[in-house]
């Protein structure tokens, strides 16, 4: 496997992450501090454009220069390597460094213009980053680190049916660097089971879009919701308590629309939503409104998770 | 029909524009595409729509480049299932992407971005992507709740002691929207912002 | 003291070729040498005579043939002047190089004296050397049992060499014993593959020349001169096979019952076991791993047959020459998890319905799902893991999975008509008469759908195939009872261990790689040793055979014929050695080697290119011939002909390069006088100080010609480089060397070239 570094990280804020689902920061700080990972925030550090690039209103070179100021920010820190909370700025700026490293025009394009505008502290030189080396996301760091979940581990999840739902921005995009392979995503469900539990593994869709599409979901929500709901149905033929994610955006889609989906579905999907970190956090004891953050949830989650008993010692 | 190859017809020069632009990260991917439709097997667009991502290949290898025309483009998730099953290593996600730029650049399809310019806006007020307040409301008619908690969205962050949702600094601000100026981010939504506005 | 020897030239008229364009009186009256004379036809036999005579009468040391070009007729002079040694006679090539491309006379007369001097210089540099001859031992090893293995042996034990076929399973027989049915094209039929596969077998088995080594890997191998030192291990088989009268009552008594392999894990068999009925040696095997020591197995044996203690034991052999036919595996389908093979019982491959669908299979031949019953509708996938570049994909086709796929729609269809058989295919490869077999197909209702699935799922109780029918433009789920992957081939282990082990190249994909697909499709890139079957590349059984037999044919001649080598090849001089390697990474042909603490050259792959002496630094090797200082004199002999004012360019050429230049002269083609051609017996041996040399005494140009097909055209190339850049800074103009592709039938443009090159020499002298 690859080599994921524990020290010298900086922890991308996400702008779905700090609007929608606050619990996720806390909770990745919450695991992070546990199991002794060295990050830090940067407040200069500004969004991937991801949103808009994916709705067609950034083009490249506007978002890879937006990347090229943000790389310089965590380079000054000394903190190269970069670890984002959601799947689409891992891939927006994975994508970012690559170009920068490879395509000498767009590159030195960029640099000119950063040159000629008063910018040149924020010029990139080839090779400043590796995409490889220093791009991750938040579940590769556990990851890397899964061997000592279970000696923080406090609550037993292991009752909960559950399932995982791996970004498509996370697996797919750069898919020949993804731990735990893209055609049977897998990294999340062997991070789980490092919390003694066990997950249903594959299931019908396992590895199709959470139908958000950007685009799709506000000017196409037919079309978006009939996408999610081949996987919501295939997720309730399972009868599956928790679906795990690692994308604010999937986990928008799955727990914001649960509600309207079942209704055009005319089903009671009763799945709860948890990004991987807020999961770990869970059974690593964090608390439901100081760590996890249930309070941005909309399918609540003491609907499945009533009461947690704690792991016989 | 009869479709006519003119002697002087050169359909290849549609594909080698999209391999040239900065986005294509497949190389001459486009070019080896057999039309085996694995793309189509995995793609959830065309799964429930007309949209179907091989026939987007078939058409730009023929050269037809009133694709970017076309509404369907416009209904791709951006998945990139194709993109990771492609077994002779092309993206049509990526494609799709640079064809819905080149659109752009011909002054089609700024109906379908127009929506979507509060992405843009956000980050020369703030610095980050925020979804269009235009959405607020479907979001609000949609998802119980959501309005409230984003009213408390503040002390909840609190709670989970994190700052309060982030204003950067001005100089951040400033520097961020000097470099989408200087990319020509800024002219080019202006002129999709005053193109569509005075259509309306 | 070269300068006393005595030398003769024979100049040859060649019927007026020659002599109409140069006036060769003139050419005598120029050269001081001990005996020159002229004669008409100097390849007629009257020309033996007479060299011989003088040769003879005047005591000479060295001969200069001015006549043709050596291609045409060095072998004949180099005969024509013994009892002199052969090396010690040069030919002038005034013919194809003077006379041929020429019409000035005066000039084509005085670059014919200059050529015939410079071969004076050269031969005089020529000392007597014999010819190396080596003659390999008539015993080879086919390594792997597989029909290729098993074909190769056989015809080489019936050509009276002595064999020894190694297989690491305890049978022979490889994949074609347990594929079933294999088909006829031209009899559009399937036939039993076992009943073709047992005579070959049987003749196989009694052959004397043939020794049969089962269980046994080959795990070491060394090389000296068509040699091959190899060791093997041979596994124990707990079973004598002497004894053993396969009765089969060891395995009824046997209490372990473990997944057969032999029926891709579809039945089960016991720890004892005999792989398949007409396996050989006819005998029984324990699979030690899975065997519990009950002893129950000894208790049953009435032929004492069975010891449960055995040693794997060496044994070294000695051989000319290796076939390798070390075979396939077919593709991991936890690869492609997105087709369910390992979540679902009815989802299979090719290779498992073959064993369904075989007589001697786990259900006897019935096609059957996993409950029992007999599937309403077959949906086959093809080209998984082949044709894919994806991560873990071969980028290759796998090539027979189209026709695998046909047979057994056509078998399914034979028994069960009332079964739907659907191919989901990308392209249907049918080249040949195999197109007849899939219009066969279509005739027997099977159908065909244009599209490469996406994913299987389980639905109910059926699949659900998601794909697009791409004719129409439709995205379409298709459920089915039964799935078959056509999964690809790849190399076995066996093939890339051995590859490992005997230091053969390989493709990209971990095949065997032949030394060149057109002019030599069984060798391989390391002399005697030879490749068939899929070990090379993915093929069928037809194939399979004939390159099996190919290799063979090439084994008989390579160990009947012996072999000649010229004897310009590398020595190391073993006090000087230090055996740091070097040389060893540096020699593209893989000649030198390790051997009781020596560096040891091999005579038979050595080209004498040079390139190991650049990097001795303790300058231990020498090749043999005085070549750099041949080619010295050679320059000097040119150059010392210059008269003012005459332009002089060098060309330098092996071989290929050599035969494209007599091409020119051939067709009557021309370039300027002032190209002057010397032939070098590799490009690399052309050194810096040589070019260096040449352009201080009096040469205005130096032209380097290569065929791009050469293994150190990349080498020269960069050399050539380093050479101008150094020139350049000694304030030389590095313009006045040129390096320059060569291609045999290509000579107009090396004409053009040469034209082109004096033109440019021209302008730099004007400046």
């Known amino acids: 496997m690859k080599h994921v570094p524990t020290d010298d990280l900086l922890l991308f804020r996400s702008c779905l992450v700090s609007v929608e689902y606050p619990g996720v920061e806390a909770s990745t700080k919450f695991v992070f501090d546990k199991l002794g990972v060295d990050y830090a925030i940067s407040e200069k550090q500004t969004c991937c454009t991801g949103l808009g690039h994916y709705s067609d209103v950034f083009n490249q070179i506007d978002t890879t220069a937006i990347g090229a100021r943000n790389f310089k920010i965590a380079k000054e820190l000394n903190r190269p390597n970069l670890v984002m909370m959601c799947a689409t700025c891992y891939a927006i700026n994975k994508k970012s460094v690559k170009l920068l490293n490879k395509k000498d025009d767009l590159r030195n394009h960029i640099n000119q213009l950063f040159d000629e505008n008063g910018l040149s502290h924020l010029k990139y030189e080839k090779d400043d980053l590796k995409p490889t080396e220093n791009i991750f996301h938040v579940v590769d760091i556990l990851y890397a680190k899964k061997d000592e979940i279970k000696n923080h581990v406090k609550y037993d999840l292991s009752g909960y049916k559950i399932a995982t739902h791996h970004g498509c921005h996370y697996c797919k995009v750069h898919y020949e660097d993804t731990i735990g392979g893209v055609r049977d995503p897998n990294i999340m469900d062997e991070i789980i089971e490092e919390c003694g539990c066990s997950t249903i593994g594959w299931y019908d869709h396992k590895r199709t879009t959470c139908g958000t599409g950007f685009r799709q979901r506000y000017s196409n929500p037919d079309l978006s919701f009939t996408a999610t709901a081949d996987k919501m149905n295939a997720i309730d033929d399972e009868d599956v308590d928790i679906l795990v994610h690692l994308c604010p955006n999937c986990h928008i889609q799955f727990d914001r629309y649960q509600h309207l989906i079942a209704q055009r579905e005319g089903r009671n999907f009763r799945a709860i939503h948890l990004n991987i970190a807020q999961f770990i956090a869970l059974a690593m004891g964090g608390d439901f409104d100081k760590v996890i953050g249930v309070k941005a949830h909309t399918v609540p989650v003491d609907s499945v998770i009533k009461d947690l008993k704690e792991v016989e010692k | 029909m009869t479709n006519q190859q003119k002697i002087t017809d050169s359909p290849i020069d549609f594909a080698e524009k999209i391999i040239n632009d900065v986005k294509n990260s497949k190389e001459d991917g486009v070019l080896k595409c057999v039309q085996c439709g694995m793309c189509t097997s995995t793609c959830p667009a065309a799964r429930h729509s007309d949209y179907n991502p091989r026939e987007i290949i078939e058409r730009v290898l023929e050269g037809d480049i009133s694709i970017i025309e076309d509404d369907n483009i416009w209904n791709c998730f951006y998945c990139y299932t194709c993109h990771s099953v492609c077994p002779v290593g092309n993206s049509v996600c990526e494609v799709n992407q640079i064809l819905k730029q080149i659109a752009i650049e011909n002054n089609v399809g700024y109906d379908k971005l127009y929506e979507y310019l509060g992405f843009a806006d956000s980050y020369f007020t703030a610095a980050i992507g925020a979804i269009p307040e235009r959405f607020f409301q479907d979001i609000d008619r949609d998802v119980p709740g959501w309005w409230e908690f984003r009213q408390n969205l503040e002390e909840i962050r609190k709670e989970l002691d994190l700052n309060p949702p982030l204003m950067p600094s001005e100089e951040v601000i400033d520097e961020v929207s000097k470099i989408l100026t200087i990319t020509g981010f800024k002219q080019k939504i202006e002129k999709i912002r005053a193109t569509e506005e005075a259509v309306k | ?767």
Not at chain 3, 105 to 115: F, G, N, Q, Y
Not at chain 3, 359 to 384: F, H
Request: proline share 4%; net charge negative; glycine share 8%.
């Open chain 3, 1 to 767: 003291m070269r300068d006393d020897l005595k030398v003769g030239v024979f100049l040859c008229e060649c019927g007026g070729n020659i002599a109409d364009i140069v006036d060769l009186d003139k050419v005598k009256e120029e050269l001081d040498v001990e005996f020159i004379g002229q004669f008409e036809n100097l390849c007629s036999l009257n020309g033996r005579k007479l060299i011989r005579d003088a040769i003879f009468d005047y005591d000479l040391d060295r001969v200069v043939v001015a006549a043709c070009s050596p291609i045409s007729h060095e072998k004949t002079f180099q005969d024509y002047v013994k009892p002199l040694n052969p090396y010690l006679m040069d030919m002038a090539n005034i013919r194809e190089q003077c006379s041929w491309v020429h019409s000035d006379k005066e000039k084509a007369t005085h670059k014919a004296i200059t050529l015939i001097n410079a071969s004076i210089e050269k031969v005089k540099q020529s000392d007597a050397v014999d010819p190396i001859y080596c003659q390999t031992p008539d015993e080879v090893a086919v390594i792997g049992g597989g029909i290729a293995g098993m074909n190769a042996a056989l015809s080489l034990a019936k050509q009276g060499t002595k064999v020894t076929l190694i297989e690491q399973s305890p049978s022979i027989g490889g994949h074609m014993a347990k594929i079933g049915k294999v088909f006829s094209p031209v009899k559009i039929a399937e036939e039993c593959g076992m009943c073709l596969l047992n005579p070959i077998l049987n003749e196989l088995v009694w052959n004397e020349n043939i020794c049969v080594l089962t269980n046994t890997k080959v795990i070491e191998a060394e090389r000296r001169a068509g040699t091959y030192n190899l060791i093997l291990e041979k596994s124990p088989r707990y079973v004598d096979t002497e004894r053993c009268i396969a009765c089969g009552k060891c395995a009824e008594a046997c209490e372990v019952e473990v997944p057969n392999d032999w029926n891709d894990n579809l039945s089960m068999r016991k720890a004892i076991y005999r792989p398949f009925g007409q396996s050989y040696p006819e005998a029984y095997v324990i699979d030690m791993e899975n065997c519990s020591k009950c002893s129950n197995c000894v208790k049953a044996c009435s032929m004492r047959a069975i010891k449960l203690r055995g040693k794997p034991e060496r044994i070294p052999l000695q051989v000319g020459s290796i076939i390798v036919a070390t075979g396939h595996k077919l593709f991991d389908m936890e690869k492609r998890p997105e087709y369910g093979y390992t979540r679902y019982d009815d989802v299979i491959t090719q290779s498992e319905l073959g064993r369904i669908t075989g007589v001697n299979g786990p259900t006897k031949g019935k096609l059957l799902k996993s409950n029992g019953e007999v599937p309403k509708r077959v949906v086959m996938i093809q080209c998984v893991g082949s044709r894919d570049e994806k991560p873990d994909g071969h980028k290759y086709c796998s090539k027979i999975c189209c026709t695998v796929a046909l047979k057994n729609a056509n078998i399914i269809k034979h028994k069960y008509p009332d079964t739907d058989v659907l191919i989901c295919y990308t392209d249907v490869r049918t080249p040949g008469m195999f197109e007849k077999y899939y219009k066969h197909t279509q005739e027997n209702e099977v159908r065909f759908l244009r599209g490469r699935p996406g994913e299987v799922v389980k639905k109910g109780d059926n699949y659900i195939v998601r794909t697009e029918d791409t004719l129409k433009g439709e995205f379409v789920e298709i459920e089915a009872d039964m799935v078959v992957l056509s999964t690809a081939m790849e190399p076995s282990e066996g093939t890339e261990e051995i590859a490992e082990i005997l230091n053969i190249g390989t493709t990209e994909d971990g095949f065997i790689k032949e030394s060149h697909p057109k002019i030599k499709p069984v060798a391989t890139d390391v002399q005697g040793i030879y490749v068939c079957g899929t070990a090379h590349e993915p093929k069928d059984i037809t194939d399979s055979i004939m390159q099996a037999t190919a290799a063979a044919a090439k084994v008989s001649e390579y160990n009947y014929g012996g072999v000649e080598i010229e004897p310009f090849i590398a020595e190391i001089d073993t006090d000087r050695c230090i055996v740091c390697g070097e040389c060893i990474d540096r020699c593209k042909y893989k000649s030198m080697s390790v051997q009781n603490d020596q560096i040891y050259i091999d005579p038979m792959s050595c080209t004498g290119c040079g390139k190991c002496l650049i990097g001795c630094k303790q300058r231990a090797i020498t090749v043999n011939g005085n070549i750099d200082e041949k080619i010295m004199s050679t320059i000097n002999g040119v150059l010392s002909k210059k008269q003012d004012g005459q332009r002089m360019i060098l060309v330098f050429l092996d071989h290929i390069g050599y035969t494209a230049a007599d091409n020119i002269g051939v067709n009557r083609l021309s370039y300027p006088e002032s190209i002057h051609i010397i032939k070098v017996i590799s490009v690399n041996r052309v050194r810096p100080r040589h070019i260096k040399f040449a352009l201080e005494n009096g040469a205005d140009g130096v032209f380097i010609g290569e065929f791009p097909g050469d293994l150190m055209y990349d080498e020269v190339e960069r050399k050539i480089q380093r050479v101008k850049d150094r020139i350049a800074e000694m304030g030389e103009n590095p313009e006045r060397i040129t390096f320059s592709k060569v291609y045999i039938p290509y000579f107009s443009g090396l004409a053009r070239k040469f034209n082109e090159f004096d033109a440019k020499i021209a302008e730099l002298d004007e400046e």
